[in-house]
């Protein structure tokens, strides 16, 4: 053959320019593929980003241990993120003027870091409690929508402010107990592996 006559330094070049030209090809099909996708309303798990918004700091290591072990699983299915803000320093007992304020004060900060696209799922009392399946359902028919860019936002001791809440597209609540902030983030984070899981019909204790 015309190949078999050429140097081998130049039949390589060709082997590599094929390789190449196959490696294009590929990801020219996947991106049409996604593409696709989007235009129907379906975005694949994997393009998900999600970033968790939280009010004050992590201070224990077995906190800090738990969040990051769930952070690694739910790598395997999306972009996850968690952000802390600062929360307001208080003293115990507030007026409803001050406990206003400082809700406030730390709402601004949480929404500086909410983007124009982002779907807002706030985190509050008067939100709509969902079990795990009915959890996974909701995330899968917003993404479904076109939606892939979320951001869970979770205030601090007093609660999210009115303006937080009114930038939220979706009010969620885990039930009418009270949990410390650092238990909460922990809990989040375990019921988005858990949907995720759902998600790709992979089992997961119940």
């Not at 379906?42 to 201070?59: D, E, F, H, Q």
């Not at 709402?107 to 399946?133: C, H, I, M, T, Y």
Request: proline share 2%; with cysteine.
């Amino acid at each position: 053959s015309l190949t078999a006559k050429l140097p081998v330094w130049m039949q390589c070049k060709e082997e590599e320019g094929a390789v190449a030209g196959l490696r294009r090809l590929m990801m020219t099909m996947q991106c049409a593929k996604i593409a696709a996708l989007r235009r129907r309303g379906s975005i694949p798990l994997a393009l998900m980003n999600i970033r968790i918004l939280c009010v004050g700091r992590l201070k224990e290591r077995f906190y800090e241990e738990a969040v990051s072990e769930f952070l690694k699983r739910l790598s395997r299915y999306a972009s996850v993120e968690l952000i802390e803000v600062a929360d307001e320093k208080a003293p115990e007992r507030l007026s409803d003027a001050q406990r206003a304020q400082v809700t406030l004060e730390e709402g601004r900060r949480l929404l500086a870091k909410v983007e124009k696209n982002d779907f807002a799922v706030a985190l509050d009392l008067k939100g709509k409690e969902l079990s795990s399946p009915a959890l996974a359902s909701s995330m899968q028919a917003w993404m479904n929508e076109g939606k892939a860019s979320f951001v869970f936002l979770a205030g601090g001791s007093l609660g999210l402010s009115a303006e937080v809440l009114s930038r939220a597209d979706y009010l969620l609540s885990f039930g009418k107990m009270t949990f410390s902030h650092q238990v909460f983030r922990v809990m989040l984070l375990e019921q988005l592996y858990r949907a995720f899981k759902i998600m790709h019909n992979e089992p997961y204790h119940k």
